[in-house]
């Protein structure tokens, strides 16, 4: 490991155990990304007072929920998941179909926000600090992304440890650490989202140009 990248993760570490202790009850909302895996390897190895929660939209690939388990089996740690309320779903397949996103954007807004931007507010009902895997360089939209902000929308600070980080340093991270990863992303996948909602992404793509869904509260 270079000592740049040595001192990025003893960076990320001091600041997790600062959340842990300034802003109790914290979270990491993760999208089980190659982000959040640097992220919950940080939180799980220095044993920190910081939940890890995932949304199951149950749209998801089965890689993607096969990081549950590897968390499991490496860490011994359970990620707690939420999951879309039944009722709504239910609703809005009877009423438009079960892939109706694919007709308009404000489908696809509305199954965004029954299957995420509604469990999401549930994980952070009551939570002081939320973390994201969000990174500058993942796109021109966040670009100005920073360390920590606030968020007005759940009330809560929120932090984008890995703001200032490259992809490449990501990925250096979890060879560093044998970081578990999903398989997804040797197939090409550079940003994971829904199973229909996501593709592998071509040279010259931003990092979230496969993710065609922009509603993705989770961070990744």
């Known amino acids: 490991m270079n000592e740049t990248l040595k001192r990025k993760i003893d960076e990320l570490e001091r600041l997790l155990a600062r959340v842990a202790l300034e802003?109790?009850?914290?979270?990491?909302?993760?999208?089980?990304?190659?982000?959040?895996?640097?992220?919950?390897?940080?939180?799980?190895?220095?044993?920190?007072?910081?939940?890890?929660?995932?949304?199951?939209?149950?749209?998801?690939?089965a890689d993607t929920l096969d990081v549950i388990a590897a968390i499991r089996k490496r860490y011994g740690y359970e990620?707690?998941?939420?999951?879309?309320?039944?009722?709504?779903?239910?609703?809005?397949?009877?009423?438009?179909?079960?892939?109706?996103?694919?007709?308009?954007?404000?489908?696809?807004?509305?199954?965004?926000?029954i299957r995420k931007v509604e469990p999401l507010a549930r994980a952070l009902k009551g939570k002081q600090a939320w973390i994201t895997g969000q990174r500058r360089e993942q796109a021109v939209t966040r670009a100005e992304l920073k360390p920590q902000d606030y968020d007005a929308t759940?009330?809560?600070?929120?932090?984008?440890?890995?703001?200032?980080?490259?992809?490449d340093e990501v990925w250096a991270a979890i060879r560093a650490g044998d970081i578990p990863y999903n398989a997804l992303h040797d197939q090409g996948y550079r940003s994971?989202?829904?199973?229909?909602?996501?593709?592998?992404?071509?040279?010259?793509?931003?990092?979230r140009a496969g993710a065609a869904c922009t509603f993705r509260p989770t961070g990744a």
């Open 79 to 113: 990620v707690r998941v939420l999951r879309p309320d039944p009722q709504a779903v239910a609703g809005y397949v009877a009423d438009f179909g079960r892939d109706a996103f694919y007709e308009s954007v404000e489908l696809r807004k509305r199954c965004c926000h």
């Open 192 to 207: 994971i989202g829904c199973a229909p909602c996501t593709r592998p992404t071509v040279a010259g793509e931003d990092v």
């Open 23 to 61: 802003h109790s009850p914290a979270a990491l909302s993760s999208s089980l990304s190659a982000e959040d895996m640097v992220i919950t390897d940080a939180i799980l190895r220095r044993k920190l007072d910081i939940e890890i929660f995932t949304l199951d939209t149950e749209r998801l690939h």
């Open 154 to 167: 759940h009330g809560i600070v929120k932090f984008n440890p890995l703001a200032e980080w490259s992809e």
